[in-house]
């Protein structure tokens, strides 16, 4: 006789506003004696990175689901290109096509 593997029960509870009110308190006392780092990076605000990360939010998608999308194993690699940093030709075009943006090169004029 096989013995079944007992399932996992995962419930979701709704917080009262009351306690939203309550944790939002203690997340802000938190931001206030570790406030996060000025120095830190931040997505890119022009060129093809902020276009790629404006098509992903519009659709409401994650970093994770864009990498599933492009079959790009690591997702930290959708952040890295939305953030300006080296990213390979190959991921660049993945991305942009799993997000249905049109990647073309232009020549400029010296």
């Known amino acids: 006789m096989t013995k079944k593997k007992p ?6 509870s709704r917080v009262s506003a009351a ?6 308190e203690i997340r802000r006392k938190a931001m206030g004696e570790f406030p996060p780092d000025p120095n ?3 997505p890119a605000q022009s060129g093809i990175a902020a276009q790629i990360r404006q098509a992903r ?5 994650s970093w994770y689901a864009v990498a599933k999308l492009a ?3 690591n997702p930290a690699t959708i952040r890295d290109i939305e953030y300006g940093r080296d990213a ?5 075009e993945a991305v942009a096509a799993a997000l249905g943006l049109r990647l073309e090169l232009k020549k400029s004029v010296v």
Not at 88 to 92: D, R, V, W
């Open 7 to 12: 399932t996992r029960v995962f419930r979701t």
């Open 19 to 24: 306690e939203a009110d309550r944790l939002n």
């Open 40 to 42: 830190r990076a931040r």
């Open 57 to 61: 939010e519009s659709q409401g998608l």
């Open 71 to 73: 079959s790009i194993p």
């Open 88 to 92: 390979k030709l190959s991921n660049i």
